[in-house]
Structure formats: C-alpha cells, structure tokens
C-alpha cells in the first residue's frame, strides 16, 4: 500500500490497532482482527480533478471574443482593454452522479375550454443525471456550477494540484450537499413528467455516486479607462463562464427608447382596441378577448419596465453562463420510456 495514498491516525474500535485509510476508501478492514469498518467524513470521500487543459497563451483569446460577444458592451472595449494579470485556480465543487428512476402519478390536463377535462396518467422516468454545485465561497470568480458531463476525471492528487495553480479548500457540509442532489434528482423527474396536477412521486437512484471534483479554471483581470474587471474562464474548454465588461451607453438609450415606445404601443392601443371590440361584441367572445386586452396592458407595461432597468443597470454588462440564476443547476439527462411491465425487470439487472 502506498505510504502518499493512506491516511494513519485512527483506531480500530474493537482491538485498538492502527488503520490505514487509502484515499477515496468507505469500508476498511482491520489487518489485526478483521474488523470491518465504514469510513465517514472527508477521508472517505471521493475525490477527483479535472486536467488543466489550456495554458495563458491558449486562454488569453478569451478576452477579446467576450468583448465583443455582445452590443451591450462598450464598443470600443476591446480597443481599450488591458490584460493585467491571468492565473489559473482549480475550485471544488461537489458533484452527484445517478441514473435516476421515477414514477409520477397524477393528471394531465386535455382540451379546452369547456371542453377542459383531466386525465388519470402514470409516467415512469429514467434519467442519466449529473449534479454539481460550489464547495467554497466562489462569489469573486461567478461561478456556482461547472460543465462535469463529458470531462476527464482523475484521481485526486493535492502536489500536482498546488504545482499547476491556486486551490481554494471545501468549505460546508457533504450531508447537505448530497441531500440537495438527491432532491435535485427528485425534482428533475417531476418536471420531467409534464404532469399538471400531481399526486405521488416515487424515486429511486441507482448506482449513485457523490464526491469532491476541483475543477480548473483561468481568471483574466484587465482594466478599461482605469476601471477593473475580471473574467472568469473554463480551464478545460476554454469557454467563458461568467465575466463582466463596461456597458454600452448608446445601446441602452435605444434599449429604452425603443422598449418604452413598443411598450406604450401595446399597453395603450392595443389594449383600447380590445376594449373597443369586447364593447361592441356579444356573449362569451367578448369576455375573452376583454381579458386579452387585460393581458396587453400587463405585457405593455411589463416591456416599459424591462427596457427601463436595461437602461438603468446597464453601466456594467454581466455575463453569467446559463443565464442570470446565481445558483442554478446543471443537469444533463435522457429520458427513457420503459413499459411497465419490464420495469422491475429492468431495476433489477441494474441493481
């Protein structure tokens, strides 16, 4: 057994001897009395690192193809842009894998109208699922989850690690951050389901792993007309994940000129020509298209206030991949179809 690879230190609850823990190990066996024991906490967990792919030269581009990824950002951004400093940084992240089993049972909803009807449905679910999330406070680099699916995993090797960049230490609670991926998992095959009323869910993981993957990432830090900013980029990839530049001050004039024009337009006369028709219509048909021209009114007013926060908040672009959610997850899943009647079949070659 390798010496770098073991854990020394704790005793065996029946004999008192000394145990040597490997890296990654749950159940170990005492060499004196045989005694079996589970290993919990960090020493049993799994732990893995995703290469360092890129270097600075390769990482570097990234600037200048974000700069001028968006009209929100100021034009002459790339012109001005210094690079100042570019390091890479390797973050934990908390990762769960599982092929995930689901039954839903509820209603779905068919017709419409007063034809509108809801209908008994059992939907089963099989879902490849991943599940990741920050170990540590990342609130400086933007980023709360990271593309695991398709990376190379390797085993966990703190020198290597501390030669190739900064590591940054987990920070919380495992327990926690598994129950969050299993009710992630469990929430992922309710949606799935596309059921409107639901009654019981019933899930299962199989083969579920959860552990530790500290993942590379490049911080690029440049200053515009002596302002800093900072991106943050995938290691691996070379993809930017989150970043923020100098906003683009003609760009959010037209943003709120044109928002506040097309606004106006849908809330004031389109809703007034719906009121004007439901007026002068009978029956049923005049009560919905009066509500239509409700809905006008909120969707005109709704545009006005977008386009006036653009204007408002956009000083400074934000870039966040998968959109603006702070703390949103990432899943990659395939639904399977199983009949019923091969399912318990199918769990069981599984098992």
């Not at 581009?61 to 990824?69: H, V």
């Not at 515009?224 to 001050?249: E, M, W």
């Not at 990432?330 to 599984?350: A, G, M, N, V, Y």
């Amino acid at each position: 057994m390798n010496e770098k690879e073991t854990t020394h230190g704790l005793a065996c609850p029946k004999c008192g001897g000394m145990l040597a823990i490997p890296e990654g190990q749950w159940i170990v066996r005492c060499p004196y009395c045989e005694l079996r024991s589970l290993v919990r906490g960090d020493r049993g967990l799994l732990r893995y690192q995703v290469p360092l792919h890129l270097n600075r030269e390769q990482v570097v581009p990234a600037l200048q193809r974000f700069l001028t990824s968006s009209n929100a950002i100021a034009s002459d951004a790339r012109r001005q842009a210094k690079l100042q400093e570019a390091f890479p940084i390797f973050l934990p992240f908390w990762t769960g894998w599982s092929r995930v089993l689901g039954w839903v049972f509820g209603q779905k909803r068919v017709g419409s109208g007063e034809n509108t009807r809801y209908q008994p449905r059992e939907v089963q679910v099989a879902q490849e699922a991943v599940w990741n999330g920050a170990a540590c406070d990342v609130s400086e680099f933007g980023v709360q989850n990271v593309p695991i699916e398709g990376r190379p995993l390797e085993a966990f090797d703190t020198d290597a690690l501390h030669r190739a960049g900064m590591v940054f230490e987990p920070v919380g609670s495992a327990s926690q951050a598994r129950q969050s991926a299993e009710q992630d998992f469990s929430d992922r095959v309710q949606r799935s389901a596309k059921l409107d009323r639901i009654a019981q869910v019933f899930v299962r993981l199989v083969r579920f792993r959860f552990g530790l993957v500290y993942y590379p990432l490049w911080v690029l830090r440049y200053l515009y007309r002596g302002r800093s900013y900072q991106l943050t980029v995938d290691g691996h990839s070379g993809d930017v994940l989150y970043g923020k530049a100098p906003g683009n001050t003609l760009y959010r004039a037209a943003v709120l000129v044109g928002g506040m024009a097309l606004g106006a337009f849908i809330a004031i006369d389109g809703s007034a020509l719906a009121f004007t028709i439901a007026a002068n219509v009978e029956g049923d048909g005049a009560e919905a298209i009066f509500l239509f021209g409700l809905g006008l009114l909120v969707v005109g007013f709704g545009m006005m206030g977008v386009a006036y926060r653009k204007f408002r908040y956009g000083e400074q672009y934000e870039f966040r991949r998968g959109g603006k959610s702070t703390f949103a997850e990432l899943f990659q899943t395939t639904d399977i179809l199983i009949p019923s009647e091969d399912l318990s079949k199918w769990i069981s070659r599984l098992s």
